[in-house]
């Protein structure tokens, strides 16, 4: 069943069509990658189905509900969390600050507190730093710190844009094995990345842009072994 469906979308940048009617979707527990080069318009559509861009034409419906016009700080109560690019932590609030800043739409505070401990599991440098100030943590740290503060929302649905963009090798294999445990817990999740070799590999399904279109989608296997993908996105 389809948690999240586009459909028809156009997003435009004052005269400019950023986004030309593309349409796709994710069935819960799903790990869906959207991959293609800088510019393609995959951080235009992260926001867009977020509510931080409004589109021209087309819809957003989030479990059957039509979301489109949702502002976005309800449709995080809704059940969906975003991973910025960038990471984009409260840089002078301490590590357990931003944590609990997710988990803003939340009432329960016991719930609360039970999620947190999972993130300190799941993150255990987080806990050892909880008292630190998150602009002074590593590119890493900060990236394991916005998916977790993401997390504290219990979301059905968490949208990520660029987790490896500036790791280590190292780092980025970590990131990605927690993308990958996050899934297996119950979460679907919608990835754009660069590092299209590694969204593949933990993809169900993918969607291929290029300015502003979706042109290939597939099972994410297939498409890892298909030539045209492997010269263009891989570097094979």
Do not use: C, W
């Not at 005269?15 to 991959?35: M, P, R």
């Not at 800043?101 to 401990?117: M, Q, V």
């Not at 740290?141 to 503060?149: F, Y």
């Amino acid at each position: 069943m389809a948690i999240l469906e586009v459909k028809d979308l156009e997003v435009y940048y004052g005269i400019i069509k950023a986004i030309k009617g593309i349409s796709f979707e994710v069935n819960e527990g799903e790990v869906i990658a959207l991959i293609g080069a800088n510019g393609a318009g995959k951080t235009t559509i992260l926001h867009t189905i977020t509510g931080l861009l409004s589109p021209k034409k087309g819809q957003v419906i989030f479990e059957g509900t039509d979301i489109t016009k949702v502002p976005a700080h309800k449709i995080v109560g809704l059940g969906m969390a975003h991973v910025p690019e960038g990471r984009r932590v409260f840089a002078n609030l301490s590590v357990y600050q931003n944590l609990k800043l997710g988990a803003y739409t939340r009432k329960d505070k016991e719930e609360i507190e039970s999620t947190l401990e999972m993130i300190y599991k799941r993150f255990p440098r987080l806990e050892e730093r909880k008292n630190q100030l998150a602009g002074t943590l590593s590119g890493g740290e900060q990236q394991m710190l916005a998916m977790g503060r993401a997390l504290m929302s219990h979301p059905k649905i968490i949208l990520m844009d660029e987790p490896s963009m500036g790791l280590s090798p190292i780092l980025v294999n970590e990131i990605f094995d927690i993308i990958r445990s996050v899934n297996e817990t119950g979460t679907t999740v919608l990835l754009v990345e660069q590092n299209a070799k590694k969204a593949l590999a933990i993809a169900n399904r993918a969607y291929v842009l290029e300015t502003g279109r979706i042109v290939t989608s597939g099972d994410a296997k297939e498409l890892m072994n298909d030539d045209t993908i492997k010269k263009a996105y891989l570097g094979e």
